[in-house]
Every structure is written in C-alpha cells, then in structure tokens.
C-alpha cells in the first residue's frame, strides 16, 4: 500500500493561486493512476481532477476546467495541483488519492489509498 499526504493547502483571497502537492511514501504510485478529490462543508465527496500512470491524460471535473492543472512527477512520487483563478466555492478540503490501475478513473471506489486531507479555504 502507499501512504499520500498532502500539503500546501491554506487561506486564500479569490483570484489568486495555490499549489497542492501529495506525496507519496511506501508503495510507488509511478504506474498508477492518481486523482484530486474535494469536499466542501455540507456537501458530498467530489472530484477534481485525475491523471493516468503517465500522466498523459487527464481529466478535470467542469467546474475547475481552464483553471486547475494536474500533473505529477514519478521520479519523486508526488502529484500536485495547480489552482488558479480561485473561487470562494472552492473552499474545501481537497483530497489526494491513488488507484491500482493504469488509466484514470473518477469513480472513488476505485481509489484504493487516500490522503489525510489539506485545508483551502478561498476569501471573497
């Protein structure tokens, strides 16, 4: 298994920009499919953004699309999250998790390892 934390998360005006960063320990996640999840106060788990083994495809949900990239770095087992143009509806705690399989997925069944969670929290 892999163990994920997150980072970088923190307080933000909107309009501006934050970098997430999950890193990775255990188990490499470099062939598998990673994603970026967030839930907002009162409100269910959803994605953000996935990134297959490779990380030459992605999927972004479309209320961030044009806004937020993932990528990620195998050499050093982190995956991060670029987020610009940031919106007081982003304000969540953004998940980091990681599948065992090589092509993306936005069902959270088929995430097998989970992050403790980084704070965003986006002022108007």
């Known amino acids: 298994q892999v163990q994920l934390a997150e980072s970088g998360g923190g307080l933000v005006q909107a309009g501006g920009s934050l970098r997430l960063s999950c890193a990775a320990s255990?188990?490499?996640?470099?062939?598998?499919?990673m994603g970026w999840f967030r839930q907002g106060p009162g409100k269910e788990r959803e994605v953000v953004a996935c990134?297959?083994?490779?990380?030459?495809?992605?999927y972004y949900s479309d209320s961030v699309k044009g806004r937020f990239t993932i990528s990620r770095d195998n050499a050093r087992d982190t995956v991060y999250l670029q987020m610009n143009s940031l919106k007081a509806e982003d304000t969540a705690v953004y998940y980091c998790?990681?599948?065992?399989?090589?092509?993306?997925?936005?069902?959270?069944?088929?995430?097998?390892?989970w992050g403790q969670g980084t704070q965003v929290t986006v002022s108007s």
């Open positions: 255990g188990r490499t996640f470099s062939s598998y499919a």
């Open positions: 998790a990681a599948t065992q399989s090589w092509g993306h997925t936005t069902t959270l069944d088929d995430y097998n390892d």
């Open positions: 990134i297959d083994g490779g990380g030459g495809s992605t």
